[in-house]
């Protein structure tokens, strides 16, 4: 399984906007748990006026362009169009996708790649509500909403997995590939698309549980319109899956 591992090269896109405050203590993470594994990492941001593409480039000085790839883009095009974005300069067997803002912390990565070898799972996704998971930083308010939002997601699609809305997955690359073309959400409901599309597809999705940690440092993206797009989502799975 180790010479497995050492085999595989594994990509990890990270959208970006206005993450300047988090995105080289993530990049350092990543590095510190993921020594022995051949990966790069694929920054896309979205024309961020914080000045988030100025410190990506210091990271790659650290690091090496072959390690940290900047590929940036013009203004905010959504997050779905950011994964699409990164996919096409991957070259890694693998992709994993994952925030930029430290809620999901790089020290799963290592779990995300066992539990891969182990069961030979087309995605492994994290999740929050399986035993070992859960939540930090957020007020009652926030996980009744989230709590709810899987709830009335799971009844209505039986998607197979207890944590659809969550964001922090490993792919094979041909799987992603697939999954996303047949995918037209945008932002927040985009994920609960990608894994409902793979599992009318048929393919092995594995589990991970994690703790989802609120943002330290800027502002939450998720507001009343994001709700509302889920919900116009939902009813849009509801009828075409």
């Known amino acids: 399984m180790a010479e497995e591992k ?108 066992k539990k891969q070898l182990e069961t030979n799972a087309s995605i492994v996704t994290g999740t929050r509500y399986v035993k070992g998971g859960g939540v930090h930083g957020w007020n009652l308010m926030r996980k009744l909403t989230s709590r709810g939002a899987n709830v009335l997601a799971h009844t209505l ?5 207890s944590d659809l809305t969550g964001s922090f997955r490993l792919y094979k690359k041909s799987v992603l590939e697939d999954v996303i073309c047949s995918c037209v959400s945008k932002g927040y409901v985009f994920q609960m698309e990608m894994i409902v599309r793979a599992t009318r597809k048929g393919y092995h999705i594995e589990e991970v549980p994690i703790t ?27 009828l075409t899956t």
């Open 6 to 113: 050492e085999k595989n090269k594994y990509s990890i896109i990270i959208p970006t906007y206005n993450e300047r405050l988090n995105i080289a203590l993530i990049v350092y993470l990543i590095f510190k748990h993921l020594r022995d594994v051949d990966f790069e990492i694929i920054v896309v941001d979205d024309g961020s006026p914080d000045g988030t593409q100025e410190i990506v480039k210091q990271l790659q000085d650290l690091y090496g362009e072959d390690r940290i790839l900047l590929r940036a883009r013009a203004k905010k095009l959504g997050l779905g169009t950011a994964y699409i974005h990164g996919l096409k300069h991957a070259t890694g067997d693998f992709v994993v996708i994952m925030d930029a803002d430290l809620s999901h912390h790089p020290k799963y990565l290592p779990s995300f790649i």
């Open 212 to 238: 989802f940690v609120d943002r330290v440092f800027g502002t939450s993206k998720l507001g009343g319109s994001e709700i509302v797009e889920y919900l116009k989502g939902l009813v849009y799975l509801l």
């Open 157 to 161: 699609l039986w998607p197979g997995v």
